[in-house]
């Protein structure tokens, strides 16, 4: 079974302030296919590593909106992906304003 990250569950995050966890799951991102990935959600947002070896990274900001980043570890400046909104009719699925960047995050239980 899937359960989709959503703005919700980022709420919730930062009303508890839960430690981060990583959970195994399926993400997506503009440019990769599906894969399987370890998705990190705490009160600030959604980690996970892309096929390739970068981290993606979405800072929740409000109402399930953020800010989308894509670096290595240890890079000082990883690179601006712009403002993300969720998508309406897709649960677990935000998508770019700057560049439409999608990506999607499903967590497997």
């Given amino acids: 079974m899937k359960i989709f990250v959503t703005g919700a569950m980022l709420l919730a995050g930062l009303a508890f302030a839960?430690?981060?966890n990583a959970a195994p799951g399926q993400c997506s991102l503009t440019?990769?296919?599906t894969f399987d990935c370890d998705v990190t959600v705490d009160g600030g947002g959604i980690t996970f590593?892309?096929?390739?070896?970068?981290?993606?990274v979405f800072a929740h900001v409000a109402d399930g909106a953020g800010i989308g980043y894509l670096g290595i570890e240890g890079q000082r400046y990883?690179?601006?992906?712009?403002?993300?909104?969720?998508?309406e009719d897709e649960p677990g699925c935000w998508l770019g304003e700057k560049a439409n960047i999608k990506f999607c995050a499903a967590l497997l239980q």
């Fill in 49 to 56: 590593t892309l096929p390739d070896g970068q981290n993606f």
């Fill in 18 to 20: 839960v430690p981060a």
């Fill in 31 to 33: 440019g990769y296919d």
């Fill in 78 to 87: 990883p690179q601006d992906l712009g403002s993300f909104l969720p998508i």
